[in-house]
Each structure stands twice: as structure tokens, then as C-alpha cells.
């Protein structure tokens, strides 16, 4: 079955940066495209980046474009999210989605938490 675990997360100060990590199972990763979402503390998930199949086109929300970088490793069957400049506004869990044969999978997110 699809599985996708998230990793990275923590507690980071203004202006710092964090790598996450999302290991996928159970599909054939290479032949999808990858997501990051987040949700802040009564907030709606929101969109935050995604990355093709073959990681040659990437998509941004307008509030961390210049701020993060979304990659993946087929071989290792990993997508990241490379975040600078965090600014407190970024605390949220952080989700990766994928979207296999019609069905959203997720994973059960890491949490990431930007104060001094």
C-alpha cells in the first residue's frame, strides 16, 4: 500500500533554514508527481510546493517562492523541501502528498516551529 513518512522537522530560529524529507512505498515514485502542504495551528492545509515525476518543473505558492526548493531522488524514492529564511509565519505541519491513480495520499506530517 501507499506509504509516505516525513522527517526533518523541528524547531528553527527566524532566518534559519530546515531540510525535510519524505520517503514514499508502495507506488512506482518516479511516475508521479510530489507535494508538500502545511497546516498552521487553526489554519486550513494550504498548498506549499510540487515537483513532476522527473523533478524538471517545480511549483511554488507565492508566500515561499525564492524561500524553498522542492527535489526529489527517484533512486532513493525521496522528496525534500529545503527551506530558508523561515520567518514564524512558516510554523505548520508539514504534509507530502501524492496523488496515485485518482487517490490523495499523505503522509502524517512533521512539525516545524520558527521562533526565537
Known amino acids: 500500500q501507499v506509504q509516505l513518512v516525513e522527517s526533518g522537522g523541528g524547531l528553527v530560529q527566524p532566518g534559519g533554514s530546515l531540510r525535510l524529507s519524505c520517503v514514499a512505498s508502495?507506488?512506482?515514485?518516479?511516475?508521479?508527481?510530489m507535494m508538500w502542504y502545511r497546516q498552521a495551528p487553526g489554519k486550513e492545509r494550504e498548498f506549499v510546493a510540487v515537483?513532476?515525476?522527473?523533478?524538471?518543473?517545480?511549483n511554488y505558492d507565492l508566500s515561499v517562492k525564492g524561500r524553498f526548493i522542492i527535489s526529489r531522488d527517484n533512486a532513493k524514492n525521496t522528496v525534500y523541501l529545503q527551506m530558508n529564511s523561515l520567518k514564524p509565519e512558516d510554523t505548520a505541519m508539514y504534509f507530502c502528498k501524492a496523488r496515485v491513480r485518482d487517490m490523495d495520499y499523505w503522509g502524517k506530517g512533521t512539525l516545524v516551529t520558527v521562533s526565537s
Open positions: 508502495g507506488f512506482t515514485f518516479s511516475s508521479y508527481s
Open positions: 515537483i513532476s515525476n522527473s523533478g524538471g518543473i517545480t
